[in-house]
């Protein structure tokens, strides 16, 4: 009966996203973004830039987009620190899926992996990974949270970011 019922919805999963189309994050695009920001509890302000340059779509249904982007946190209270990073990103925008409700095509939502630095009160190299999720308000800007966790290695720890703001498309 449980595979029977699996089989069911994998079938009606496959049937709803058959007519799927672009993404938010096309191949050529490029975005930037900034918001506010906190690292372990420090405030600050972020920016991040991105570049789509891949597309690859599952059976022909359900596209993924690749990019690769760079992102820049600056945090100044109570303590003062810089993280840069650089990763690649994978995304799955909902636009794509034009049965959804048009609410829902709005949001993209994506992963993101690659190396990092951290430079005041110490300083560290390691590994960026974590995601986030846009909403769309209009065709080229969006609401995004994003949030990432770096392990450095050697003398700072780790640090946890996350990011309010807002994108854009250029």
Do not use: R
Not at 46 to 61: N, R, V
Not at 62 to 90: C, D, E, L, R
């Amino acid at each position: 009966m449980k595979k029977t019922l699996l089989v069911a919805v994998l079938l009606c999963a496959v049937t709803a996203f058959s007519f799927a189309q672009g993404t938010h994050a096309d191949v050529g695009s490029t975005t930037v973004g900034g918001g506010i920001s906190t690292n372990w509890g420090n405030l600050g302000v972020a920016g991040t830039g991105e570049y789509t340059f891949y597309k690859l779509t599952i059976a022909d249904t359900v596209p993924i987009t690749f990019g690769g982007a760079g992102k820049v946190g600056v945090y100044f209270w109570p303590h003062f620190s810089v993280n840069v990073a650089a990763m690649g990103t994978a995304h799955l925008g909902l636009n794509a899926f034009p049965e959804l409700p048009k609410a829902v095509q709005n949001l993209d939502f994506y992963i993101d992996l690659g190396p990092s630095a951290i430079f005041g009160g110490g300083f560290g190299i390691g590994l960026a990974s974590g995601g986030g999720v846009s909403y769309y308000i209009n065709p080229k800007t969006a609401v995004n949270l994003d949030s990432y966790y770096c392990y450095h290695f050697g003398g700072w720890g780790g640090a946890s970011i996350s990011t309010l703001g807002i994108m854009m498309k250029l």
